[in-house]
């Protein structure tokens, strides 16, 4: 049985390891240290006009950062340990300059247009910050071994707001569907990467 455990033991820092470096470099280095990061890269010498744009009526660079921040939010912190949001526990909300909790699926084209124009990109890219330091800590705490093999999403969305639970309840269903592993893997890394490459295609100003 020691045996057993010291392998399960050693297979679970490794996930955490490995997770940690993914996960850092979707951040900015001042949050995972990893030299390397996409999100410094993606950002270096762009304007608050090129953030905020929506070329070819594409999502802009600042709602696909925050889109992908409020998944990280909501799946690491309410789902995997069922704890608060850090929009929440952190007072974001006002500090963005923007009122919703939404996730960011299913936003009409109007209200991601309005998210854009309004949205504060300093308090923006603080709370991003926030959240990937939440989930660096939660992960080198040994957070992975805590990871219930099939969350509860029914329990864990029941205080949740309205806009997260009413208009992206499909949401919930698929993610009862997933593991717990699945659930940090797809929505977080995988949901992340996708992004850092959309967003690429955004990084330059449209008459260069």
């Known amino acids: 049985m020691t045996g057993m455990e010291g392998s399960s033991s050693a297979r679970a820092m490794s996930a955490a390891a490995l997770f940690l470096i993914e996960h850092g470099r979707l951040h900015a280095a001042a949050v995972g240290g990893d030299e ?16 905020r744009a929506r070329p070819g009526g594409l999502n802009s660079i600042a709602f696909l950062l925050r889109h992908v921040t409020r998944f990280e939010d909501v799946v690491v912190n309410r ?13 974001w909300v006002g500090r963005l300059g923007v ?11 109007d209200d991601a247009t309005g998210f854009g124009d309004r949205v504060d ?9 926030a959240v990937g330091r ?9 957070g992975l071994d805590r990871i219930p093999e099939r969350p509860d999403i ?5 205080d949740a707001a309205d806009e997260v639970r009413g208009a992206e309840s499909w949401m919930p269903a698929l993610w009862s569907a997933m593991s717990g592993l699945e659930l940090l893997v797809v929505p977080v890394l995988t949901l992340g990467f996708v992004h850092a490459w959309r967003s690429g295609l955004l990084d330059a100003p449209a008459d260069e």
């Open 99 to 109: 009122e919703t909790r939404h996730l960011g699926t299913g936003m009409s084209d």
């Open 154 to 158: 029914t329990a864990r969305m029941a």
């Open 121 to 129: 990109l300093v308090g923006l890219l603080a709370y991003r910050a």
């Open 79 to 91: 789902l995997l340990w069922g704890g608060p949001e850090v929009l929440s526990s952190g007072g």
């Open 36 to 51: 390397d990061s996409y999100q410094d890269g993606l950002l270096s010498g762009l304007t608050e006009e090129h953030l």
């Open 134 to 142: 939440e989930t660096h800590a939660w992960v080198e705490s040994g």
